[in-house]
Each structure stands twice: as structure tokens, then as C-alpha cells.
């Protein structure tokens, strides 16, 4: 690691914890209505939580408010009749284009699991599938934002996103990150590239037909 890697990471583990610690008595309020909402809505439990590699790849438990309802008679191999679509609500539909859903990730932020900026953490499934160049998307802390999510954010095919999650890794600085922030700002204003093209829920990374130009949801 570059000594000014390792300086600014220091510092930003700091900015982190004292935004983030902010930001969760700031936006209290906001939490509180869309949990009420969520609970009228899909009912309880209001948070979506799922096991999330980290940095070095650790695990952790990513926090999200929960967009779907459970398939009617949601048991074994029954919720496979309905869709990702059909169980995506209006109000899940909204948090997600306005990243509503993420806030309950400021507090993955405080406790340390994650950074505002970096890479968005994905499937622990997916640890064994990347080459030894997109593994080192995980040397960093992952992200609420991160800089695949301001260049196309859902609608980037995986080989391209990947290569500009390690990008960020190489090229981290405060500046970058107050780039990537002020560009996050504009694709929530726009709602660009919330879903992919044909699809409410990502294509699993898979890396025998994520190559080429062959187009992954994401």
C-alpha cells in the first residue's frame, strides 16, 4: 500500500465515523417515517439484512430497508412462481430510485463495515468467481457509493464494473471521493441506472458469460 493510501485511510475512517454519526441523528426523522412505512407496507421486519464480504473479504451484515413483500405462501419452492417484479411494491419501487432503501447503511458505516465512498459490497457467493485483478476490489472498504455506481450505477455490464471498482482502489483520494459523492447527488436527481435494462433484480455474476460484450444486469 502507498504511504498516501495509508494516510488517507486513516483520515477517512475518521470522516466516516463523524459523518455517518451526524447523519443518523440528522436524518432520525426520515428513518423513523419510511420504518413506519415499510412495516404498513411489507410488514415486519422492516430491515433487510444479508451477509456482505468486506475488506479482505470479511463478512459482515449489510443493512437495507426492505423493498419486497414475501410471496404469498412464501414457503419452499413456491415463492419461485412469483417475480422479483411482482413482489416489488410502489413504495419499494420509490426507496429504491431515490436510495432510501440504503440509509440504514450509515450505520454499517459507523460501526466500520463499510465507507460512504468504494465499492458496493455484492454476494459472498461471488468471492470465489473473480480473477486475481477483481479480488482487489475488496482491499478497500466497501461503499454506499462508489464510482461504478456513478458511471451507469445498475445498467453496467459485470467485467466493466468490476474494472472500475479496482480502478477506485488504485486511484482513491479525498478528491475522487468528493467527485464520486457530488456525481452521486446527480444520478439520485435523474434516477440513472437504478435497474437494469429488462430487469428489477440483478443477473448473479457469473464469470464464464460475463466477458466480451455480452451485457450483465447489474
Do not use: C
Request: aromatic share 8%; hydrophobic share 40%; charged share 25%.
Amino acid at each position: 500500500m502507498k504511504p498516501s493510501h495509508r494516510v488517507y485511510d486513516a483520515v477517512k475512517r475518521l470522516l466516516d465515523i463523524v459523518f455517518s454519526a451526524f447523519l443518523l441523528v440528522l436524518v432520525s426523522p426520515l428513518l423513523l417515517l419510511v420504518s413506519v412505512l415499510v412495516m404498513i407496507d411489507v410488514g415486519r421486519p422492516v430491515l433487510f439484512t444479508q451477509s456482505r464480504p468486506g475488506r479482505g473479504g470479511r463478512p459482515f451484515t449489510i443493512l437495507k430497508f426492505r423493498t419486497m413483500r414475501q410471496a404469498p405462501g412464501d414457503i419452499g419452492d413456491l415463492a419461485a412462481v412469483y417475480t422479483d417484479a411482482e413482489r416489488l411494491t410502489r413504495i419499494g419501487r420509490a426507496l429504491r430510485v431515490t436510495s432510501l432503501d440504503e440509509l440504514p447503511q450509515l450505520w454499517n458505516v459507523l460501526v466500520g463495515n463499510m465507507s460512504f465512498v468504494g465499492p458496493r459490497p455484492l454476494l459472498t457467493d461471488y468471492l470465489t468467481r473473480y480473477n486475481t485483478e477483481q479480488a482487489r476490489r475488496h482491499e478497500v472498504r466497501p461503499g454506499i457509493t462508489g464510482w461504478a455506481q456513478v458511471n451507469g450505477r445498475n445498467a453496467v455490464d459485470w467485467p466493466e464494473r468490476l474494472a472500475m471498482d479496482v480502478y477506485y482502489v488504485d486511484h482513491r483520494s479525498f478528491l475522487f471521493d468528493v467527485r464520486v459523492l457530488a456525481r452521486t447527488v446527480g444520478a439520485l436527481v435523474g434516477g440513472r441506472g437504478v435497474d437494469a435494462p429488462g430487469r428489477t433484480t440483478v443477473r448473479p455474476f457469473d464469470p464464464d458469460i460475463a466477458s466480451g460484450d455480452h451485457k450483465e444486469d447489474l
